[in-house]
């Protein structure tokens, strides 16, 4: 017979739910895990020069691991459940930016076709398990499916959430509003009788551009992208993932110790939930639709306000230029070191004729070259200014930053070897 406290699942194992209950911790935490994907990506990817795509499947491995992990226990563990979510948090952001970054595949179709994949896992889910409630995740089959959900989520929340700031240009600390603001209008629509089921996946979602907000608007440089209106806090990707790790590992033990989020028994997790009122819930599925409409309009109008997308380079083509090597003497090799090897990484794809290759190394370049600007400045800015101007004009050959299509590889070829020589 079953346990009373346990449910034994179609392979014999026993399990209790093993998702945590949805209390003011989970959104908390979630928040938390989703700003490191942001930043953590982030820093892998750009400070250490790994590259997108190596960090990629750096973290798809890790992935398996823990996932095979917290597949493999029978009840919610508080630390293994949430360090997978944080590496599905991380790999998710990395899936979508190579769409974006390596592949060229716009936003709006990136946004497209990851809301049809999760309508399509929530289909199967559906039919196959005839629930899509977090709190009956008592099974492998439906653990599976929940995770993939989650991982989907992660790269739909980063798309939507990265077309949103292309669409209005909003600054960072800006940007926080709209998912917040919506995440409220859920929790009121929630509160009054909406489905449950239907309101905590989209608020799940909306987490992702959150968290991502939040990490950008701690990471990003103190530069005024309008009078009076800082970009960020200049903490940098670092920082702000350490700050958010330690937070969420300060949260995951307090959780271990009190156990204030775990579905105990096995009547808890399979009880049948009460029915909600089907008016209420038909007349909050409108405002859902209102909410919608509402957020549609808004982006329309910011979007056609005045505003600037993502900023050139401010043109130092006349600026002085150094002898080679002399520009970056006063620069901590380290950083030298990761800027060549992503500009020769860029050479390299360049010459073997692989421009999609080329274009993610060089835009991974000027990413790097530009949340490296807060401390290189400050130590050389003549030797700075130098390397920025030719660094402009590889941007330029490839239409980064810049209004003019790609230029022809040899273009390309020409003005990275300018660089790795300025860059010694």
Same mark, same amino acid.
């Given at each position: ?217 701690? %990471?990003?440089?103190? &530069? ?7 970009? /960020?806090? @200049?903490?940098? =990707?670092? !920082? #702000? +993932? ?53 957020? %549609?309009?808004?982006? &329309? ?7 600037? /997308?993502? @900023?050139?380079? =401010?043109? !130092? #083509? +006349? ?106």
């Amino acid at each position: 017979m079953t346990t009373t406290t346990e449910a034994r699942t179609r392979s014999g194992r026993l399990m209790l739910n093993k998702v945590p209950e949805v209390t003011i911790w989970f959104w908390v935490i979630k928040v938390l895990c989703t700003t490191v994907g942001e930043s953590f990506a982030d820093w892998i990817n750009t400070q250490l020069g790994v590259g997108l795509v190596n960090t990629a499947w750096i973290f798809t491995a890790v992935l398996v691991v823990v996932l095979a992990v917290q597949l493999w226990l029978k009840r919610y563990v508080p630390f293994p459940y949430w360090l997978t979510v944080v590496v599905v948090s991380v790999t998710g952001t990395l899936y979508t930016d190579i769409l974006t970054d390596r592949l060229n595949v716009p936003l709006w179709i990136s946004s497209a076709v990851f809301s049809v994949l999760l309508a399509v896992v929530f289909g199967v889910w559906w039919l196959r398990e005839r629930t899509l409630s977090i709190h009956s995740v008592t099974t492998f089959s439906r653990e599976s499916f929940y995770w993939l959900t989650v991982l989907v989520t992660f790269a739909l929340g980063t798309a939507t959430g990265d077309w949103t700031l292309e669409l209005t240009g909003w600054s960072p600390g800006v940007s926080v509003l709209l998912p917040l603001g919506l995440i409220a209008a859920i929790t009121m629509l929630r509160r009054f009788g909406a489905n449950p089921v239907l309101s905590f996946w989209l608020a799940y979602i909306l987490t992702r551009p959150l968290g991502a907000n939040i990490g950008d608007w701690l %990471a990003s440089p103190k &530069v005024a992208e309008s009078p009076g209106e800082p970009t /960020g806090l @200049a903490l940098g =990707t670092f !920082t #702000t +993932s350490l700050i958010f790790l330690g937070l969420i590992l300060a949260t995951v033990v307090y959780l271990t110790v009190t156990r204030s989020d775990v579905t105990e028994t096995f009547e808890a997790a399979h009880a049948a939930r009460v029915t909600g009122d089907p008016r209420k819930e038909r007349v909050a599925l409108a405002g859902f639709g209102l909410l919608a409409v509402a957020t %549609a309009a808004l982006l &329309v109008w910011a979007h056609g306000q005045p505003h600037v /997308g993502p @900023a050139p380079e =401010t043109d !130092t #083509t +006349s600026a002085v230029q150094l002898p080679p090597g002399q520009a970056v003497k006063h620069f901590p090799p380290a950083k030298v070191g990761a800027l060549r090897t992503l500009a020769s990484t860029s050479l390299k794809d360049a010459r073997s004729g692989d421009a999609a290759g080329a274009h993610a190394a060089a835009q991974s370049l000027r990413d790097l070259w530009d949340a490296d600007q807060a401390s290189l400045e400050p130590l050389d800015e003549t030797g700075w200014t130098s390397v920025d101007a030719q660094m402009d004009k590889v941007l330029k050959t490839f239409g980064i930053d810049h209004s003019n299509p790609p230029m022809s590889p040899a273009q390309q070829e020409s003005e990275l070897k300018a660089l790795l020589a300025d860059l010694g």
